[in-house]
């Protein structure tokens, strides 16, 4: 079983930045896949960010290429989200997820093939 607790949510002006973590407990994770996704108010969950096992892939949806980073540090069990340049459409609860796998491989986009999520974190971008 693997507990994820996302923290670094908060109120932002648009242009800012804000750096989102998820801290593991109860497992590693570094056999882990590790995906964020988000949530906005009325409208569906939709896939933000993902990063393989090794930290050697990663995936982000076309709306935040270039402003977002996502990255890992497995010794500290943690997993992170560099928000950059937010947009008032970036505000949403972020949440994170992990993929338990076998072979270091792109890492996945769909939220059903995570198997442990976050309680979330909200972010506001205002304008």
């Known amino acids: 079983q693997v507990q994820l607790v996302e923290s670094g949510g908060g109120l932002v002006q648009a242009g800012g930045s804000l750096r989102l973590s998820c801290a593991a407990s109860?497992?590693?994770?570094?056999?882990?896949?590790m995906g964020w996704f988000r949530q906005a108010p009325g409208k569906e969950r939709e896939f933000v960010a993902a990063?393989?096992?090794?930290?050697?892939?990663?995936a982000y949806t076309d709306s935040v290429k270039g402003r977002f980073i996502i990255s890992r540090d497995n010794g500290k069990n943690t997993v992170y989200l560099q928000l950059n340049s937010l947009k008032p459409e970036d505000t949403a609860v972020y949440y994170c997820?992990?993929?338990?796998?076998?072979?270091?491989?792109?890492?996945?986009?769909?939220?059903?093939?995570?198997?442990?999520w976050g309680q979330g974190t909200q972010v506001t971008v205002s304008s």
């Open positions: 109860g497992r590693t994770l570094s056999r882990y896949a």
């Open positions: 990063l393989s096992w090794s930290g050697g892939s990663t």
């Open positions: 997820a992990a993929d338990r796998v076998f072979v270091d491989r792109t890492p996945p986009m769909n939220s059903n093939e995570y198997d442990y």
